[in-house]
C-alpha cells in the first residue's frame, strides 16, 4: 500500500503542488491524470524519493521514504519520464549496471527483465541505435529487475508512435498482473486502456480521484415518449431523480444520483403505470474527456476571476 498524505512541493512562491493525499491499494492501476505543468512528475518525484516534499510525507506498507529510503525504494520500480539509459552502452551492459545498483547479482533477474519487456532481439544492441519505443521498454526493464510490488511509470508513452503506444499498453496490462501500477500520462486513451482508478490534478492540487467506472457512469437518460403527453411529474417522482429536462417535443432528459441503469427499468414502469407510451429510451454515458475538459475550463474561469 502506499499512502501520499498532505504532498506540497514549492519552489518559491510557486506551489508546484499544493496539499495532495491519496491512498493506493495492492493490486489497483491508477492513473495521474493533468495537463503538462500540474504537478505529475513532482508527485512521482517525491513518491520515490527522489525529490523531498516541502510539506507531507509519503509511506510504503508503512515505510517513511523520506526516513528510510533505500528500504522504500526497494519496494519500487520507477520509469522516469526520460529514462537514465547511457548510448554507448548495450542493452545487457546497461541491466547489468543498474542491477549490480540495485546489489542484484543473478543473472536470472536480468533476463527475467529483457524477456518480460521483449528485449531479445536487441540484448546486445547499442542503446543509442534504438527506437524512443525500445528505449522506453529498457526504461521500464531497469524498473522491474529487483521484481517490485509497485511500478511507478512516468509518460510511459510520451513520443511513441502508435504502434509503440498499442505494445507498451499491453506491456503495462502484462506488469499489472503482479504489482500495484501507478502512472502520470496527459493521454487520456491511455487512463481508458489502462486504469481503473483516476487521479486529476489541476494547478498542482488533486481536484478529483474516483473510479474510473464512477467517472464514466451514465448520469441521465431520454426517454422519447406520447409527445401530446407531459411526462415530467411523473419522472420526477423517482426517489433519485433530480431534473426532468424537455429537450424537444417528448422527449425528456433525466438526470439521477449515482448510476442511471438501476433507475431506468423504474422509470419506465412508473410511466407505463401512468399509461404513458415509450417510445425509446437512451442513457447517456459520461466521457472522460468531457470531464476533464470541465476540470480545467474551471481553472481558466478561476485565473480570469483572480486576474479581474
Keep these: 500500500m502506499l499512502q501520499a498524505n498532505s504532498l506540497s512541493r514549492w519552489y518559491g512562491d510557486f506551489r508546484a503542488v499544493d496539499d495532495v493525499s491519496f491512498r493506493i491499494s495492492r493490486g489497483e492501476v491508477v492513473g495521474l491524470l493533468g495537463h503538462n505543468g500540474a504537478g505529475k512528475s513532482t508527485i512521482m518525484k517525491m513518491l ?3 525529490i523531498e516534499p516541502t510539506l507531507g510525507g509519503v509511506l510504503v506498507d508503512g515505510i517513511d521514504v523520506q526516513q528510510q529510503p533505500q528500504l522504500a525504494q526497494a519496494k519500487m520500480g520507477y520509469l522516469p519520464e526520460v529514462p537514465p539509459v547511457y548510448p554507448e552502452l548495450s542493452v545487457l551492459d546497461y541491466l547489468t549496471f543498474a542491477a549490480q545498483m540495485r546489489g542484484l547479482s543473478s543473472a ?15 540484448a546486445i544492441e547499442p542503446i543509442g541505435t534504438l527506437s524512443r519505443g525500445y528505449k522506453q521498454r529498457l526504461g521500464v526493464a531497469q524498473a522491474i529487475l529487483h521484481r517490485p510490488q509497485i511500478l511507478i511509470l512516468d509518460e510511459p508513452s510520451n513520443g511513441l508512435d502508435p504502434t509503440q503506444i498499442h505494445e507498451m499498453r499491453q506491456l503495462i496490462r502484462r506488469l499489472s498482473e ?3 501500477v501507478i502512472l502520470s500520462t496527459h493521454i487520456l486513451q491511455e487512463v481508458n486502456a489502462l486504469c481503473d482508478r483516476v487521479l486529476i490534478l489541476r494547478g498542482g492540487q488533486l481536484v478529483v480521484d474516483e473510479p474510473l467506472s464512477a467517472l464514466t457512469a451514465a448520469t441521465t437518460v431520454t426517454f422519447v415518449t406520447d409527445p401530446d403527453v407531459d411526462a415530467k411529474a411523473t419522472l420526477l417522482e423517482h426517489p433519485r431523480a433530480v431534473e426532468a429536462a424537455s429537450v424537444a417535443p417528448g422527449h425528456w432528459r433525466i438526470t439521477v444520483t449515482g448510476d442511471v441503469r438501476s433507475a431506468v427499468p423504474e422509470l419506465a414502469s412508473a410511466l407505463v403505470a401512468a399509461r404513458i407510451p415509450i417510445l425509446s429510451i437512451a442513457p447517456q454515458s459520461q466521457d472522460l474527456e468531457r470531464l476533464f475538459e470541465s476540470v480545467n475550463e474551471h481553472e481558466a474561469w478561476e485565473a480570469e476571476e483572480n486576474a479581474a
Excluded: C, N, Q, R
Design 48 to 50: 520515490t524519493g527522489f
Design 108 to 122: 536470472d533477474d536480468i533476463m527475467a527483465a529483457v524477456a518480460a519487456t521483449s528485449l531479445e532481439d536487441k
Design 178 to 180: 503482479h504489482a500495484t
